[in-house]
């Protein structure tokens, strides 16, 4: 087993058909790949689809419900996901259940992982709307903006950097099993949203190497957002990571760094300038 492709969903049934769908066209063999579904305690369709595709796939399914200090927290059954891989896998590739991959996204991941096994690889994602159309950004670019990034940067180069670390896009990741588990994994305490770039800045500081594979780009499907997506304590959360990654860090890192400031420094790495933090991040000190 070459890759683990891990999937978090909740209530994504629309959503996660798609997101098998294109594994299923993946070009790599499907003995080199398994595919698991941890299911963060859905009421949904969700399970009626998995027998269809376990005669399709390498297929697990995992339901859990398992207390969490939040309820939109992806990074316990992201974890609890990685933890039921199969032993001989060499990296989880971790894949939100809204995102379609390309047919060589696997294949790729196993080609940059010969030439350098100890990388964390980062996938774009463009954004679509309901209607299946890219999102069009005030500058005129469509998609993700910050995917820019990612065509710019040949795959046989790696970097080490907050702006690479704050890249980190959860939804199209890989890192290797003994990475992953170096860093403890993603961390449990921190609320969906920041759980990425909580496990970027991890690495960085690890001084973990980062590369970019623009060929991984895939589709993150619209969905709608739950009410309860940002909690009413999400400033707590912004301020926890700031202390966290910015205030105890050992590295050589100015001590007026933090984490509005470490985004805002990424997204003009991005050539976005103006980024201001959501109003759900509240007043930061």
């Known amino acids: 087993m070459k890759i683990s492709v ?6 994504r049934y629309s959503n996660l058909i798609f997101v098998l769908d294109a594994l299923i066209k993946q070009t790599l063999p ?9 299911d963060d305690n859905s009421n949904d369709e969700t399970w009626t689809i998995i027998s269809e595709y376990r005669s399709q796939l390498n297929l697990k399914y995992i339901f859990s419900n398992i207390p969490k200090p939040h309820t939109w927290n992806a990074s316990v059954v992201r974890n ?28 790729n991941v196993v080609e940059d992982l010969e030439k350098d096994p100890n990388r964390v690889i980062i996938g774009p994602y463009d954004f679509l709307t309901q209607n299946g159309d890219k999102v069009r950004y005030p500058n005129g670019e469509e998609g993700d903006v910050r995917n820019v990034t990612f065509r710019e940067k040949p795959t046989d180069q790696t970097y080490n950097s907050i702006p690479d670390g704050l890249a980190c896009f959860g939804g199209n990741l890989v890192i290797p099993k003994a990475i992953f588990w170096s860093v ?7 609320h969906i949203g920041l759980e990425d770039g909580d496990m970027g800045l991890k690495l960085w500081k690890k001084g973990v190497r980062f590369s970019y ?19 009413p304590d999400m400033r707590e959360h912004v301020e926890k990571l700031n202390q966290k990654h910015f205030h105890m860090s050992t590295q050589e890192v100015d001590q007026k760094m933090d984490l509005i400031s470490a985004t805002r420094e990424t997204y003009e790495h991005w050539g976005i300038t103006g980024w201001e933090p959501p109003e759900e991040w509240g007043e930061i000190k």
């Open 6 to 11: 891990v999937i978090p969903s909740r209530n």
């Open 30 to 38: 499907k003995e080199e790949f398994e595919v698991i579904v941890s």
């Open 80 to 107: 609890l996901g990685a933890m039921v891989a199969d032993p001989s896998t060499q990296a989880y590739y971790f894949v939100d259940s809204d995102v379609v991959l390309p047919p060589e996204a696997l294949a």
């Open 184 to 190: 403890k994994g993603f961390s449990v305490d921190t």
């Open 213 to 231: 594979d623009d060929r991984n780009r895939g589709r993150h499907l619209w969905h709608e957002s739950p009410p309860d997506r940002f909690p």
